[in-house]
């Protein structure tokens, strides 16, 4: 199916194409037919269906549930977008359909919505004159494929055309979803040209529009892409209760500005009130707690307040908080309690950060020579895995496979680094003084390698002198 939907028992109906016979009750009248399924919200199975089509290529592309409770199903046929409701209780009776008129053969039809009696058609026609009907044109065609929102009146028996608005620049344009709440409708789709007349930032952009849903006036567009690359918004979602999977990933309701917010609370899914805490040296543990407005500066700030003596360093870079500590200093990382738990929504786990002098051992104070040897072993060893690492070309793959080289051999410092002495497991006694008789053939050897020494500096031996 190209698309599915549910009605109110929660049965699943899903449009799309066949080519062919589904079964013996629902033969194929040649090439691709219009195919729509009813499966049970229960079983799963399949409970009613429909096959509508002719010898010319015909499928269905969008369904969805008309405000009598029957079914909408838009179709691309030949070229042409076509508009039935059929029966919710036999799918096989059509109660009408009407041709909307041609999209042209590259034209696509990308999803329909329904509000009230109003029913929204979204989709790509490369037909700059396409009005589903003597609609009032709210925005023209701007030349080459354009999307359009087709809005409709449903009477029951058939549907009248109010106004279209085509969404689109001289350039390539498609919608591919779409969208309807809040008095305004919502289409994504992907242009190759500047859509929202802030200029192009790929070579494809993706955006998404809103227009308003009485008129089809566009009222704004936003304009997602990057330097040489092809993007598409294949899906828009409308969030009309509040908190829900936005809320989850830490991203806020409403319009998207382009100036973005850079509070903790936008940025991340801590809220105000959340907290972890901070022990320095192991003196008593002090909270660092989220207030509301409260930017990674802030924190940075609130952190580095905790000492005077340069124990401690806080910093914001490219958006990221770093915690040091300094010197033979120790700060241990506090998890918050419960839902509060600021270091769990950082991504964060409790942990002991060591200054460079307690890493590497290094004592600046007096040592007397009475003092014992403490061996330490250890350390803390960055395996610098956190860029994006790919294998989608030569270039990228070459760096990828630097960055795990170097991975390894810092694991292998690690566990070189957990052995204080590593000779100290090599031939036991090797240091020590050689036994007595094998310092007597020591001795032997050198005093037979003296006499061959003295032999050979007294000239050269003829055998027939």
């Known amino acids: 199916g190209l698309s599915v939907t549910t009605d109110v028992n929660d049965d699943i109906i899903v449009s799309g194409f066949t080519k062919g016979a ?102 790509t026609s490369d037909n700059g004159a396409f009005t589903g009907g003597a609609a009032t044109v709210a925005r023209a065609a701007q030349g080459g494929r354009d999307g359009f929102v087709l809005k409709l009146t449903d009477q029951g028996t058939g549907v009248s055309a109010d106004s279209i608005s085509f969404i689109g620049t001289s350039a390539d344009d498609e919608i591919r979803d779409i969208e309807v709440g809040n008095g305004a409708v919502y289409v994504a789709g992907g242009s190759r040209g500047d859509i929202s007349g802030l200029g192009q930032r790929g070579s494809k952009d993706a955006f998404l529009a809103r227009l308003d849903a009485t008129t089809l006036a566009q009222q704004e567009v936003e304009r997602f892409g990057k330097g040489l690359e092809e993007n598409t918004a294949e899906a828009v979602a409308l969030d009309l209760d509040g908190p829900g999977v936005l809320d989850k990933l830490g991203l806020p309701l409403g319009s998207v500005d382009r100036v973005e917010t850079r509070t903790i609370e936008v940025q991340t899914t801590a809220r105000a009130g959340d907290f972890f805490k901070i022990s320095i040296n192991g003196r008593p543990a002090q909270s660092i707690t989220v207030q509301t407005g409260d930017t990674l500066d802030d924190l940075a700030a609130r952190i580095n307040r905790l000492s005077f003596a340069n124990e401690i360093k806080a910093s914001v870079t490219d958006g990221k908080l770093k915690i040091e500590a300094l010197g033979g200093n120790s700060v241990d990382l506090i998890a918050g309690t419960g839902d509060q738990d600021l270091l769990a929504k950082f991504g964060l786990k409790p942990q002991r950060l060591l200054g460079t002098d307690a890493l590497f051992q290094i004592d600046t104070g007096p040592k007397r020579p009475s003092d014992p040897v403490e061996i330490e072993v250890g350390g803390v060893f960055a395996l610098k895995l956190d860029q994006p690492l790919s294998l989608k070309d030569k270039t990228a793959a070459k760096f990828t496979l630097t960055q795990i080289q170097d991975a390894i051999e810092t694991t292998k410092r690690a566990f070189r680094s957990l052995t204080p002495n590593p000779f100290a497991n090599q031939r036991p006694g090797l240091n020590d003084p050689p036994p007595a008789d094998v310092l007597a053939k020591i001795q032997n050897y050198s005093v037979a390698l003296a006499r061959l020494q003295t032999n050979s500096l007294a000239g050269p031996l003829s055998l027939f002198g």
């Open 22 to 123: 589904v079964d013996a009750s629902h033969p194929g009248a040649g090439g691709r037919d219009v195919l729509v399924a009813r499966f049970s919200a229960t079983t799963g199975a399949r409970t009613d269906t429909a096959v509508i089509g002719t010898a010319g290529d015909e499928r269905g592309a969008a369904v969805t549930i008309a405000s009598d409770g029957n079914i909408l199903v838009a179709s691309r046929e030949d070229g042409r977008a076509v508009l039935r409701k059929l029966d919710a209780t036999n799918l096989s009776n059509v109660l009408f359909t009407q041709d909307l008129g041609s999209i042209g053969l590259a034209g696509e039809i990308a999803g329909i919505e329904v509000s009230g009696s109003s029913i929204f058609l979204a989709g």
